[in-house]
Nanobody
């Protein structure tokens, strides 16, 4: 079965940069739409960024500070986070849209604290 595996979570100090990755367990030949979501403590899950074959988009609130990208083999996406602050603390989830089904990663915890 296809699984999404996130990595890179952990404790980060305010002002630092950090990168998350999400890798599909099975190689693919098609570039599927993928996205990063996050869920801060006590809040609803929210979209962070999405990437398709010809477009990468970060939500307005995080634009200029977060960047989403995809590996050349199409099997991994990244979320580069700059100038992190405590409000960025959340469980970050990877999402894959196969049209016939959607897939979510298990989530990786990012804690921004001094």
């Amino acid at each position: 079965q296809l699984h999404l595996v996130e990595s890179g979570g952990g404790l980060v100090h305010p002002g630092e940069s950090h990168t998350l990755s999400c890798t599909m367990s099975s190689p693919v030949r098609t570039i599927w739409p993928m996205a990063w979501y996050r869920q801060p403590p006590g809040k609803q899950r929210e979209l962070v960024a999405e990437i398709r074959e010809d477009n990468a988009k970060v939500v307005d609130a995080l634009k200029g500070r977060f960047t989403i990208s995809r590996s050349s083999d199409k099997n991994t996406i990244y979320l580069k986070m700059n100038s992190l602050n405590p409000e960025d603390t959340a469980i970050y989830f990877c999402y894959l849209d196969l049209l016939s089904a959607d897939y979510w990663g298990q989530g990786t915890q990012v804690t921004v604290s001094s």
